[in-house]
């Protein structure tokens, strides 16, 4: 038979993830911060001044996280198998023995089952890399980089947090026009999702920009109150 002629998305090295959650979550928060304090009705320059900090804070802080929980996740991962790789050479035969029971369970005959793990016990690597697989649901050699999924954050992170103070930055004053420019942001974002997941672009884009302004409406409601109650 003719080889399948076909490729697949690297999904294995953690920057998609990062960037799209980082994009979002700058958007979503600097427009919430924006409309929060624009709705107390501060002036323009405390709402750019709010952005920025916005912007700078939470870049630094979604890189760190990233880093940190990414780079937790390959440790407990690590662990994992370095215990897989002490039962293996402790009792080589009963981890022969339970591989074949999980093959036989999804269909495949005693006979081979038995004869696959069997034959891995010669390949002490690729014994480990299966037991890894099938025990505990992970590929050992596809783990995310922590500096990818922190590098993509922080940057992803402060374009989208720097989208909603574009027309401040361009000299309008106007609330309305720098949530308006927020929203074209998350739509378009939102979109762009869409070319990973093959779902309708309309959708991605139209449910990211509920989403924000359901947050933006929220901090411009508790804004105004504040400031009504203050002034």
Request: a negative charge; glycine letters at 12%; aromatic letters at 6%.
């Amino acid at each position: 038979m003719p080889p399948i002629d076909h490729e697949h998305a690297d999904v294995s090295g953690g920057w998609l993830r990062a960037a799209v959650f980082g994009a979002m979550d700058g958007l979503v928060s600097n427009i919430g911060l924006i409309a929060g304090v624009g709705g107390a009705g501060v002036g323009s320059q405390t709402v750019v001044l709010t952005g920025v900090a916005g912007l700078v804070a939470g870049a630094i802080s979604m890189a760190l996280g990233e880093y940190a929980s990414v780079r937790t996740a390959n440790e407990q991962i690590d662990a994992e198998v370095a215990k897989e790789r002490r039962e293996l050479r402790r009792n080589p035969a009963a981890e022969a023995a339970e591989l074949a029971q999980r093959w036989i369970e999804r269909g495949i005959s005693p006979e081979l089952a038995r004869q696959l793990a069997e034959d891995l016990r010669a390949q002490p690597d690729e014994a480990l890399r299966m037991h890894v697989r099938e025990e505990l649901g992970i590929d050992p050699d596809s783990k995310p980089s922590p500096w990818t999924a922190a590098f993509s954050s922080f940057v992803c992170f402060s374009i989208g947090a720097l989208i909603p103070l574009l027309s401040y930055l361009a000299g309008s004053d106007s609330l309305q026009v720098a949530l308006a420019v927020g929203g074209i942001g998350l739509f378009v974002v939102g979109a762009l999702t869409a070319r990973f997941t093959h779902r309708r672009w309309w959708a991605a884009g139209l449910r990211q920009l509920l989403l924000g302004a359901a947050a933006a409406g929220a901090t411009y409601l508790i804004g105004a109150a504040i400031g009504v109650t203050t002034a």
